[in-house]
């Protein structure tokens, strides 16, 4: 089945910096890779995701971008703001109604 | 719209006992899920449904069982309770599945501890 590995496990940046977080994943049949949030406390939300016939995707400070073929996907985050600080999971889809498989997760603090 | 709700918050079981974890969510959703979180482990699913009346095995299905009689309804039960499965239990549904790209909705959570 389909196995996703996220990095890093921790990311610490200054407020106003940037951050990425990258995943990568092992089933090349895989064309659905969103991107959750998790607030402490709170249920993961979705903050972007992407479908394998597009290689960038923005929504004002938060980017993904995709490379089927190294099969990995990353999360880029501009000018952090300490409300960015959470955890970050990334997730695929292998294919049809197969539920999606999450990464272990990435905590962020943006340090002020 | 309350969106996907869980009963209750916080539990304590002692090892052994037995408890039923309640999802409920108003959208209409046809998928349900229930996952375990785990530090350092991410999430991981432990059974799902595609619609009323069915359930279905995710990767952690062990000690545990589900049922899905109502569509808004997602019950999972722990007939045992073991330390093994104090953790962090999230429930979560969408429209359609994976690959179709619809967003997960979760819920707050239920924080399981077991003695």
Known sequence: GENVEQHPSTLSVQEGDSAVIKCTYSDSASNYFPWYKQELGKGPQLIIDIRSNVGEKKDQRIAVTLNKTAKHFSLHITETQPEDSAVYFCAASISGNTPLVFGKGTRLSVIA | ?115
């Open chain 2, 1 to 115: 719209n309350a969106g996907v709700t869980q009963t209750p918050k916080f539990r304590v079981l002692k090892t052994g006992q037995s408890m039923t974890l309640l999802c409920a969510q108003d959208m209409n959703h046809e998928y349900m899920y229930w996952y375990r979180q785990d530090p350092g482990m991410g999430l991981r699913l432990i059974h799902y449904s595609v619609g009323e009346g069915t359930t279905a095995k995710g990767e952690v299905p062990d000690g545990y069982n589900v049922s899905r009689l109502k569509k808004q309804n997602f019950l999972l039960g722990l007939e045992s309770a073991a330390p093994s499965q104090t953790s962090v239990y999230f429930c979560a549904s969408s429209y359609t599945g994976g690959a179709s790209g619809s967003e997960q909705y979760f819920g707050p959570g239920t924080r399981l501890t077991v003695t």
